[in-house]
């Protein structure tokens, strides 16, 4: 693909050489298919691999990890974590830094004060995500006020703005509420009786991706999604494929970032992923038909849906053009996919984080209890529309150990952990000039944790640290949610979201890691896979001591003789499933590039396309398609 970009004097040179060659039959110039070839190879491995960025490039006088440009640091950057090659470079080079993709292709990292400033506040629209990041997203995400540039993100910008309100977030925490509660009560039909007490074993990121879904459909747009009461639901099964983390669809991802063709190869899981798109499309287009008309009339209505309604209403009258149906589809698409699993993802992070820390989760819990001991309470029940039911609940944003690890855990694992910019215009970042079309990286998950930030223990999760910050450890040192005008617009919404689910959980069970998988697949920050999110490749799996000392069981499988818990074994219940093992491509399901690929690159790829695409169909319904993918975690199905 990198080829197809050669200038347009590459090949003019290649030309001329070519004719050179006929005219004088000149035997050290070969013919005219190996002038072309010999040019561009050239091109790209002595000009572009070597001399260009070395001694022309404008950026080399940044400073520049040690390498050889024509194959660079990628493998450094595909193989690790997500922005941990750059935070052990920073640490190294200094604060804006330069590295290179294969064949020379320059960029850069930045990763001071000033620097990040410049971009997310000073001049943030000379730096917009580049073309084909924003392709790659837009099959998840759609073209929303995430991934809208310029002028039409200050617009769309404007219009959302209302919907997240602090007024408005407000109005939302009894749906937080509601959504946390109903998912504890649905863990708690999977408790068992076990050594030390009843006790349940469950992966729960699964759970909170279920329940933040119900939470933005209902806060959303008022709609009830069933997420938490049919893991099988579509929409459900679409996500998962969405953001599935096999081996192969991680590196198809992967060449996606970087090549957005790579969509239209035919294989199992660009149709996986368009399949789950169309369900997630078809299920928008449901909601708005449905909400949009009602949301316009109604004065009362508090979603974020009716609200955005009301404020396009506005501009109408103002005279101006408003937001398309097709935007306002898109924007259901962002707040769905990037709403939802965004904060699941923090929220897993943070109860590993405290199953590891258990002196840290105590003191939480102390302080959750002393604020609201109703949650404590087995025969309280939450009613949204009692106002005594909620007066006992106390504001969350009160509570400052709860704020504390909340931000340290954001910190310390951001659930995003970079965001890529390309230079419109030439500009200038901490002195040094910076072409336009330069590729800059901002790394939250290298800036969180760099010692000129945060101090010596920068890598030490510790929410005391938020007591006594540095000087340093300013606006920009915390890039979770980003800053500026392309700071993250549901920011708020987030934090309050994750406080009431912390809540929740932590009044219910005591968590601790399950030492079975474990053992099995190491500690999860070991295994962090990027798409999108930070998450845990095989998940947080945990086991959860209840708090109560009978707790109301109401599950087919319940038997009060059985001691399931053993610390070195795994799961004896069929309340969980294990992560599958990555498998080998299947040929008859996947892409095989050694036979398909050779009618493709005979020139006959519609004709091949149209004969494969015939047994998509057939594939979906495979064990690993989207079909499988449907299935959830059976310890989610008992609880339904």
Same mark, same amino acid.
């Given at each position: ?344 993802? +923090? ?6 984080? @405290? ?7 105590? !003191?939480?819990? &102390? #302080? *959750? ?104 450890? +300013? ?6 949610? @980003? ?7 549901? !920011?708020?919404? &987030? #934090? *309050? ?144």
């Amino acid at each position: 693909m990198k080829f197809l970009q050669t200038p347009v004097s590459v090949y003019a040179t290649a030309i001329a050489l070519a004719v050179l060659a006929r005219k004088g039959d000149h035997p050290m110039i070969p013919g005219s298919l190996g002038v072309l070839s010999s040019t561009i190879m050239a091109y790209w491995i002595l000009w572009m691999g070597w001399i260009y960025p070395t001694y022309v490039s404008k950026l080399r006088h940044i400073p520049t990890v040690s390498g050889f440009p024509l194959w660079g640091q990628f493998m450094s950057i595909i193989s690790e974590e997500c922005g941990v090659p750059q935070r052990r470079w920073h640490r190294k080079y200094g604060q804006i830094i330069r590295y290179y993709f294969p064949f020379g292709s320059e960029r850069l990292s930045i990763a001071s004060d000033a620097g990040i400033r410049h971009m997310t506040v000073k001049n943030p629209y000379n730096f917009p995500k580049p073309q084909r990041a924003r392709s790659w997203m837009v099959r998840v995400l759609g073209m929303g006020v995430l991934l809208a540039e310029g002028a039409e993100h200050q617009y769309q910008r404007k219009t959302l703005n209302p919907g997240f309100s602090i007024s408005a977030i407000r109005t939302f925490t009894p749906i937080f509420w509601e959504k946390a509660l109903k998912m504890t009560r649905k863990q708690t039909e999977l408790t068992q009786r076990g050594v030390d007490g009843w006790m349940a074993r469950f992966e729960i990121l699964g759970w909170l991706n279920r329940c933040t879904l119900d939470i933005i459909g209902k806060a959303g747009f008022g709609a009830e999604l069933g997420a938490l009461v049919n893991g099988n639901s579509p929409l459900v099964g679409a996500y998962r494929t969405m953001f599935n983390f096999d081996t192969i669809s991680h590196a198809m991802h992967g060449f996606q970032a970087f090549f957005p063709q790579g969509r239209y190869i035919p294989c199992k899981t660009n149709w996986d992923i368009e399949a789950s798109r169309q369900i997630i499309i078809k299920e928008c287009d449901r909601i708005l038909s449905e909400k949009l008309e009602a949301a316009q009339e109604a004065t009362d209505a508090k979603d974020v849906l009716a609200l955005i309604a009301h404020e396009n209403n506005k501009l109408l009258a103002k005279g101006e053009p408003g937001l398309s149906r097709e935007t306002m589809r898109d924007q259901i698409m962002t707040f769905l996919g990037a709403g939802h699993d965004t904060t699941a993802t +923090g929220v897993a992070w943070t109860i590993h984080l @405290l199953a590891t820390h258990p002196e840290i989760q105590a !003191r939480l819990r &102390a #302080e *959750i209890k002393e604020a609201m001991p109703c949650l404590f309470n087995p025969n309280w029940k939450f009613d949204e529309n009692d106002a005594e039911s909620l007066a006992c609940l106390a504001d969350v944003e009160r509570l400052r150990y709860l704020d504390n690890v909340c931000r340290e855990s954001l910190r310390y694992i951001p659930p995003i952990p970079m965001t890529v910019r390309q230079s419109i215009q030439d500009d200038v970042i901490d002195g040094y000039h910076v072409p336009a079309d330069t590729v800059i990286y901002l790394l939250s998950n290298s800036i969180n944790r760099l010692e000129w930030f945060w101090g010596e223990d920068a890598e030490v999760f510790d929410p005391e640290r938020w007591n006594h910050l540095p000087p340093t450890a +300013g606006t920009n040192a915390f890039m979770t949610f @980003l800053q500026g005008p392309r700071g993250c617009l549901g !920011r708020k919404f &987030a #934090e *309050i979201e994750m406080k009431v689910l912390l809540c929740a959980l932590l009044s219910k069970w005591h968590f601790e890691p399950d030492e079975y998988y474990v053992e099995k697949y190491g500690d999860p920050e070991d295994w962090k896979t990027w798409r999108l999110v930070l998450r845990p490749k095989y998940g947080v799996h945990v086991v959860a001591k209840s708090l109560d000392s009978e707790p109301l069981v109401t599950s087919d499988s319940y038997d009060p003789d059985h001691v399931f818990y053993d610390p070195a074994s795994p799961p004896l219940i069929a309340d969980e499933e294990e992560p599958e093992e990555p498998k080998p491509a299947d040929p008859s399901s996947w892409c095989n590039f050694l036979t398909r690929g050779q009618d493709v690159l005979r020139g006959v790829g519609h004709h091949a396309f149209s004969k494969l695409m015939p047994r998509a169909p057939k594939v979906l319904r495979l064990r690993g398609g989207l079909g499988e993918q449907f299935r959830t975690d059976s310890s989610m199905d008992k609880s339904s």
